[in-house]
Structures are given as C-alpha cells and as structure tokens.
C-alpha cells in the first residue's frame, strides 16, 4: 500500500528536512535529503512534483523503470503513484532538485486551468525527459528564481512572480520534450509502424465486438494516452482518434471497392454496433455516402 503525502511540511519531515518556507511551494536539494537506503518504497502525493535529479538508484512510476545515475527529469500529477528502490551500493553523488507544487498555490491563476493540459504530466508513466548540459542550466536558472522568490517576503506579487515562473519552466520542458521526440525519430517510426500494424489486425478480425479505443491502443503499445497523442501530432499531424478513423475509412473504402459486402455487413465487420453510425462517420470523413462511394468506382 503506497504511503500517501498530503502536505510539503509531511514530506519534509519525512525526509529530515527543516520546515518548509512556504507552505504551498519548496525547490528540495537532493544533496540534502534523507533518502531511503534499503527496502521498496511506494508513495502518492497529493501534490503536483517536477524533478531533475541523478544518482538516487532506481524509481519506478507506471511500468517503467528509470536508473538515475544520469540526470533525468521526471513530472509527476497529485494522486499518481511514485515507487523508490534505494541503490546503496551507488558511490555517485546525489545531486539535482524536485520542486513540491501544491494545487491551492495555483488558484486564481491561468495555470490552474491550463496545467494539465501539459502532456508531459501523462508521460510521467512511460517517458522521463533526458537533458542536455545547456538545457539543464536553463532550467537550473528559473529554479533559483523561483526558491529566491518565495525566500524573499511575501507580498501581493509574490504568488503572481512564482506562478509565472513555474509556468515558464513548464514551457521550456515542453520544448525539451518535442527535441526528444524529435531526437528519437527512429523509436517513434518504430511506435506508429506498430500502431498501424495493430489496427490493420484489429479491423482484419471480424470476432472484435465494437472500435478500438485510444485505451486500447496505448495499453497493446505500451505508452501513456498522452505520450501516443503527442507522438503521433508531431509525427503526422493527427491525434489517435484521427488515426483509428483513418484507419477504418482506409478499412472501409478498400471492402466497399473490391468484395459485394452491404453496407451494414461492413460496418459490422469494422466493428459498428449500429450501420447508421458508420454511414455517418464515412461520409463526414470523405463527403460521400458508402454507396455513393462505391458507385464512384463504377
């Protein structure tokens, strides 16, 4: 059962750190925590986490497991779940930061409503953000500027001056995460190759009751929704919605051209429940009816 943290001041304590100086917000050196030396450890912030670090062992969050003994930055929503398999034997230094963010910090504010439109927050299940010297020292320096703001006194702009500058680390992250899809263009063609194979089988299998789903998808590929959905935009343009419609229109026109199949049998075999439904998205998709498509061919 993972322990669940519910306040900074909780998760200083626990780690042997002094009281936090501000309630809502902490930047943590690694150098400076206690860290656990021996025994899986499993735990659910109620808080949102934005970490850079490097040798602190082995973490785990979704299925995946990262070793940071390089640097890598990792993002974390309130309620997802973060394990820890402490590396005694490690003789490199801990170093980096993790940045404790909680929700009410962001109220009032554009950031409330736009933070989890970050998609990076999704890739927290399968994709850490690897960075280069130059973008970590980017990064390093809106970090001071937010840990000397809310060391300073507070005042009426004090929560304004941090908000903006959370959110421009965000931005920045944003960016670092599009050079890394880029940067692994190869792993990504590799992704959607097999995506497009997977829905080639799912469509050939008339036993399937019903469509793929982007659930379905990102389970069988083992990869966050987000993750997919950003993939996939950078890579075509589309999202994964997009993509499973223009698979099953490519599905549909290709049964429509070369067998004697009606229209219902079809939209069966594709997985409709109903043939209205696959007459509607057919013709939003092309601008012609099954049959009129198929009378096209003619």
């Given at each position: 059962?993972?322990?669940?943290?519910?306040?900074?001041?909780?998760?200083?304590?626990?780690?042997?750190?002094?009281?936090?100086?501000?309630?809502?917000?902490?930047?943590?050196?690694?150098?400076?925590?206690?860290?656990?030396?021996?025994?899986?450890?499993?735990?659910?912030f109620d808080f949102y986490t934005i970490s850079l670090k490097r040798g602190v062992g082995k973490m785990k969050y979704g299925q995946q497991q990262y070793d940071f003994d390089e640097g890598v930055m990792y993002f974390l929503s309130?309620?997802?779940?973060?394990?820890?398999?402490?590396?005694?034997?490690?003789?490199?230094?801990?170093?980096?930061?993790?940045?404790?963010?909680?929700?009410?910090?962001?109220?009032?504010?554009?950031?409330?409503?736009?933070?989890?439109?970050?998609?990076?927050?999704?890739?927290?299940?399968?994709?850490?953000?690897?960075?280069?010297?130059?973008?970590?020292?980017?990064?390093?320096?809106?970090?001071?500027?937010?840990?000397?703001?809310?060391?300073?006194?507070?005042?009426?702009?004090?929560?304004?001056?941090?908000?903006?500058?959370?959110?421009?680390?965000?931005?920045?992250?944003?960016?670092?995460?599009?050079?890394?899809?880029?940067?692994?263009?190869?792993?990504?063609?590799?992704?959607?190759?097999?995506?497009?194979?997977?829905?080639?089988?799912?469509?050939?299998?008339?036993?399937?009751?019903?469509?793929?789903?982007?659930?379905?998808?990102?389970?069988?590929?083992?990869?966050?929704?987000?993750?997919?959905?950003?993939?996939?935009?950078?890579?075509?343009?589309?999202?994964?919605?997009?993509?499973?419609?223009?698979?099953?229109?490519?599905?549909?026109?290709?049964?429509?051209?070369?067998?004697?199949?009606?229209?219902?049998?079809?939209?069966?075999?594709?997985?409709?429940?109903?043939?209205?439904?696959?007459?509607?998205?057919?013709?939003?998709?092309?601008?012609?009816?099954?049959?009129?498509?198929?009378?096209?061919?003619?």
């Amino acid at each position: 059962m993972p322990t669940r943290i519910k306040s900074i001041s909780e998760l200083h304590k626990l780690r042997g750190l002094p009281p936090p100086e501000h309630p809502l917000i902490s930047v943590i050196d690694y150098a400076t925590m206690d860290y656990p030396t021996e025994g899986t450890q499993s735990f659910v912030f109620d808080f949102y986490t934005i970490s850079l670090k490097r040798g602190v062992g082995k973490m785990k969050y979704g299925q995946q497991q990262y070793d940071f003994d390089e640097g890598v930055m990792y993002f974390l929503s309130p309620g997802q779940v973060l394990t820890i398999e402490p590396n005694p034997s490690s003789t490199e230094q801990r170093s980096g930061w993790i940045i404790k963010v909680h929700p009410d910090l962001l109220w009032h504010t554009p950031l409330a409503k736009t933070i989890d439109q970050y998609e990076f927050f999704d890739y927290a299940v399968h994709e850490a953000l690897f960075l280069s010297d130059k973008e970590e020292e980017v990064l390093n320096g809106i970090v001071a500027n937010i840990k000397q703001e809310y060391g300073n006194n507070i005042d009426q702009f004090s929560a304004q001056i941090i908000v903006s500058q959370i959110e421009t680390l965000l931005n920045y992250a944003n960016r670092f995460y599009q050079r890394q899809f880029i940067t692994r263009a190869k792993s990504s063609h590799q992704l959607l190759e097999k995506m497009e194979s997977l829905l080639d089988h799912y469509f050939n299998d008339h036993t399937n009751m019903g469509l793929p789903s982007v659930q379905y998808l990102s389970e069988q590929l083992h990869v966050s929704k987000g993750y997919l959905a950003a993939m996939l935009k950078l890579l075509t343009g589309l999202n994964t919605q997009q993509h499973i419609h223009e698979k099953l229109i490519e599905k549909a026109k290709e049964k429509l051209a070369t067998t004697q199949l009606t229209v219902s049998e079809i939209a069966y075999e594709l997985g409709f429940e109903h043939p209205q439904s696959f007459s509607k998205l057919f013709k939003s998709k092309t601008n012609q009816s099954p049959l009129e498509f198929r009378a096209s061919l003619s």
